[in-house]
């Protein structure tokens, strides 16, 4: 089936900054349309997201060019052309040309990606997740509840602390995250907390260190009448490269040295019920997040985000030179879906746990939701129990448990 037309627009994320939407239409009728999320804490490997820069826009960040990349050269390149997921992606490298996707963006390229691969499934009668075969497992949730960092004005270096329910069925991980939830909001509540939330849904409460964020969290989880460490575990999100000032880190307002933040996160997993530090050093610390994971890595998951930026090269390296054990997968940071792919086969093949995940601008796009069914990818990282550019993928994943389970 061939293409017929391809049409991008400017819309707005979640944070209310521009973002890229592109429609593809087929010859048959079939229509599809994607929307490209935006992150906050970027890792600086990752492909270009094309802004205007225009300062009588949006405070120049808008995306009328990468908008117009797609309603002339992109668009130009694809009439006619047979729907074909990596011929077309290579073809939208060639078009750009560049290794970071700096002259069509990787916000352009990425939105007529997801675009071909909805097209795709549609033509094939078949939902996302059903298209690359035999679906796997419904993935556990890695539920963002406090947030920090660059995410909110809470105070708190860490950027996200999140809980990781266990629960049997997606439908009762779910119910036990928004439980945990609303218990929290309470307690935050009748303790003179902020319950406002942050970019991703989570609270932002101002407290004063991150343990006091974490015994909120453990309080919340038994209140709710859940076991911590055997119905809920904790996930953390450090960002770190975003509390290092090039030689030291800072936590609780405190410089430390890379061997007391590595004795810090060691006596975290030992005091709570933690199975997952990502970004735990600064992205160019090699050396430190080595040997936390010599140290660790057979206990927790240690997850690379701005080490690797879904990027099949810094995948290889992290591999040869053995550090981390587990990949968080965004679309955006590499710009294809063909890439993404590729990347996660190498992960899977080296036992590397993968962790599809969202942005902290997000659309109402769910295709992440499906992403992680339908390549078994076992963790999705969506956000909190509240906003509705986050529920969106939660209850798309209700919907393919329930489909799943009427055709198994």
Request: glycine content about 8%.
């Amino acid at each position: 089936m061939k293409i017929k037309n391809v049409y991008a627009r400017e819309i707005l994320d979640s944070r209310g900054n521009p973002t890229i939407e592109t429609d593809l239409e087929l010859e048959n009728g079939i229509l599809v349309r994607s929307g490209v999320p935006s992150g906050a804490s970027t890792g600086e490997n990752e492909a270009l997201e094309l802004r205007d820069k225009d300062s009588e826009r949006y405070h120049g960040k808008g995306v009328l060019t990468a908008v117009n990349n797609v309603n002339t050269i992109i668009k130009d390149a694809l009439i006619g052309k047979d729907l074909n997921q990596e011929e077309i992606d290579n073809l939208l490298l060639e078009l750009d040309g560049t290794p970071n996707k700096s002259k069509l963006g990787a916000n352009a390229i990425l939105s007529v990606s997801l675009c071909v691969l909805k097209a795709l499934a549609k033509l094939n009668n078949q939902e996302i997740y059903e298209y690359f075969g035999k679906a796997g497992a419904l993935p556990i949730p890695m539920m963002n509840i406090i947030n920090g960092g660059v995410h909110a004005s809470s105070g708190l270096e860490i950027q996200e602390f999140m809980i990781v329910p266990k629960q049997s069925t997606f439908k009762e991980r779910l119910r036990c995250g928004s439980e945990v939830f609303h218990t929290l909001k309470k307690l935050l509540a009748n303790n003179g907390f902020s319950t406002s939330v942050g970019d991703e849904g989570g609270f932002a409460p101002n407290l004063h260190t991150i343990e006091e964020a974490l015994d909120y969290i453990v309080k919340a989880i038994s209140d709710s009448n859940y076991v911590p460490g055997k119905d809920i575990c904790i996930a953390l999100d450090c960002a770190a490269s975003e509390f290092f000032d090039g030689e030291k880190y800072i936590i609780n307002k405190q410089k430390i040295t890379k061997d007391e933040l590595i004795n810090y996160y060691v006596g975290l997993i030992e005091k709570y019920p933690i199975i997952s530090i990502e970004d735990a050093f600064a992205e160019n610390d090699i050396e430190s997040i080595q040997r936390l994971t010599a140290l660790i890595g057979n206990k927790i998951m240690l997850v690379g985000d701005d080490y690797f930026v879904t990027n099949i090269k810094y995948l290889q390296k992290g591999i040869d030179e053995e550090y981390n054990n587990a990949i968080l997968l965004k679309p955006n940071q590499i710009g294809s879906v063909t890439e993404m792919l590729k990347t996660i086969e190498l992960a899977k093949k080296n036992n590397y746990k993968t962790i599809i995940s969202h942005r902290s601008g997000e659309t109402e796009d769910t295709t992440i939701a499906h992403l992680a069914v339908g390549l078994d990818l076992g963790y999705i990282k969506t956000g909190s129990l509240s906003r509705g550019e986050r529920i969106c993928k939660y209850n798309e994943l209700l919907r393919i448990e329930e489909y799943k389970g009427k055709n198994e």
